[in-house]
């Protein structure tokens, strides 16, 4: 079975500071690894993901993510946040060798970039 | 140049009736999804679908019944509808080649049942 966990529901930063919003995932085989934003009342937009190769990924709105294997974690990460990256972050799992073709998606976390 | 879109928006209804939501792609794929996204904003795959073929059902009432008439349209609907089923119902689609696996998402059918 494919899981993934996103342990902070609500995550609060300071504009130009930092962000990082946390995933850990698990499954049997190799991960394929996803983000996801979502803007109210809006659906899920891609940012990036992780099949093979570079830990670091880059994605969409200067976004960027690094697997690591050992920790099983692929945490989101963005150097200067904007007020506009305000929105719900999901991280979403598949077992590149799983019989299983879907998506697992965490819980979210609600990320708010204060003025 | 809508990549997946959904119809209606917004969708308001009595219990006990029945509904359908339509979704329709532009993006060339073979493979399109139904989620759930309940009141506390959890994702859940419903349905699956692959060059029309059935290829995932989760565990869902059978009150929910997809139907593909073709690659490029996937419709959910929905018989005796109760206060639980309200939720955001998302479809989604993404090309089974190539190694892209991404899936690409509709707006959103917001669902209330009252």
């Known amino acids: 079975a494919q899981s993934v966990a996103q342990p902070e529901d609500q995550v609060n930063v300071a504009e130009g500071n930092p962000l990082t919003v946390k995933c850990t995932y698990s499954?049997?085989?190799?991960?394929?690894l996803f983000w996801y934003v979502q803007y109210p009342n809006r659906g899920l937009q891609f940012l990036l993901k992780?099949?093979?190769?570079?830990?670091l990924v880059k994605g969409s709105y200067g976004f960027e993510a690094e697997f690591n294997k050992s920790q099983t974690s692929f945490h989101l990460k963005k150097p200067s946040a904007l007020v506009s990256d305000s929105a719900l972050y999901f991280c979403a799992v598949r077992d590149a060798s799983g019989s299983a073709r879907q998506l697992t998606f965490g819980s979210g976390t609600q990320l708010t970039v204060l003025p | 140049d809508t990549a997946v879109s959904q119809t209606p928006k917004y969708l308001v209804t009595q219990m006990g009736n029945d509904k359908s939501i339509k979704c329709e792609q532009n993006?060339?794929?073979?493979?399109m999804y139904w989620y759930k996204q309940d009141s506390k904003k959890f994702l859940k795959i419903m349905f699956s679908?692959?060059?029309?073929?059935?290829?995932i059902n989760e565990t869902v009432p059978n009150r929910f019944s997809p139907k593909s008439p073709d690659k490029a349209h996937l419709n959910l609907h929905i018989n005796s509808l109760e206060l639980g089923d309200s939720a955001v119902y998302f479809c989604a689609s993404r090309l089974s080649s190539g190694a892209t696996y991404e899936q690409y998402f509709g707006p959103g059918t917001r669902l209330t049942v009252t």
């Open positions: 992780y099949i093979t190769g570079d830990n």
């Open positions: 679908y692959n060059n029309k073929e059935l290829i």
């Open positions: 993006l060339g794929h073979d493979t």
């Open positions: 499954v049997s085989g190799n991960p394929y």
